[in-house]
Nanobody
């Protein structure tokens, strides 16, 4: 599975950005896709995830502001980020997850930088 994210950039506080992640390869094996982020000096954290069945999960810090969605026909997952805050500044990574016996396999795309200015 290969993942390619795009859409990062610079935005002012209160603004919006939309990230896209195109998946290729054995995408049918994925149980879920999502977005993680890592700010300088911090651990990578889950932002939002969506399962193959359409269920979603969000970090408390982005609930009500971010929306994850997917276009199965285009093998693409989106993250719409509204009302952005400076603390949203981070490198955002697209993730694909496949459940296997005894655990899971994570696939990662290269990150895309999101900078929110105050």
């Amino acid at each position: 599975v290969q993942l390619q994210a795009s859409g990062g950039g610079l935005v002012q506080a209160g603004g919006s950005l939309r990230l896209s992640c195109v998946a290729s390869g054995s995408i049918f094996s994925l149980n879920a896709m999502g977005w993680y982020r890592q700010a300088p000096g911090k651990q990578r954290e889950l932002v939002a995830a969506i399962t193959s069945g359409g269920g979603t999960n969000y970090a408390d810090s982005v609930k009500g502001r971010f929306t994850i969605s997917r276009d199965n026909a285009k093998n693409t997952v989106f993250l719409q980020m509204n009302s952005q805050k400076p603390e949203d500044t981070a490198v955002y990574y697209c993730n694909g997850r496949r459940a296997v016996v005894g655990g899971r396999i994570d696939y990662w795309g290269p990150g895309t930088l999101v900078t929110v200015s105050s």
